[in-house]
């Protein structure tokens, strides 16, 4: 029976909620986008539902956060997008300390697992620095490995395979925490590890993927899970 030595983490709903962070961002470019000549596309409402679908093709990994600024600016009739795409970075990251908020039981978890020896890691989808920041300010203080820097992501079974090198531990002897149920579960069940679902919003888990190994509801109660994912191991 091999013990857990490692667990992975995702880090949006899993250890912080970012209350729309990047959606704000757009929003807020908008005025230098107005300044320089940029056309509306309506109502605040349709701005929403534009940020909105970029942001889902940009996470889906359609294309960048870069990409997705040009695209933006271009879909309010300016030709040239690049020079906003420092300036929506800055901005994002500089709002991380007034958006993003820990769930609750991080500290507590974090602390108990570092005394129990086991190493802890973030694998996330998303763009650096912003994630490494959000991170941070969730309390979280181990490696984070962020795709856009790693080239690779979830639910790609390489992805995880960086997670494992960056734990130094073998599947088997170790679990992944995350929200999603395609991109976290069934991700790091492919890739051989014990995944753990953690649904504090009541969702019901998608009935065409394989199940979590374990279920929980509140990070702290993954202390308890640990001991049973040895047992499984």
Known sequence: MDAIRGIGFDLDHTLAIDNHLERVSFLRLLQSVASRGGRSLGTLADEIDAVDRLLARQRSGEFTIDEAVRLFVAEHGLTSGDGFVEAFRKMAVESVEEFVVPLPGVDQTMEELEKRGILVAVLTNGWD???????????????????SEIGERKPATIAFERLLHALGTEPRQT?????????????AQDAGLQAVWIDWEG????DDLPPPAHTIHTLVELLAVVPQCARAS
Do not use: H, S, T, W
């Open 129 to 147: 620095p912003l994630q490494k920041r959000k991170a941070e300010q969730a309390g979280f203080r181990g490696p984070v490995l962020v795709c």
């Open 175 to 187: 679990c992944y925490v995350g929200d999603d149920p395609r991109d976290d579960i069934a991700g």
């Open 203 to 206: 969702r019901a888990y998608p």
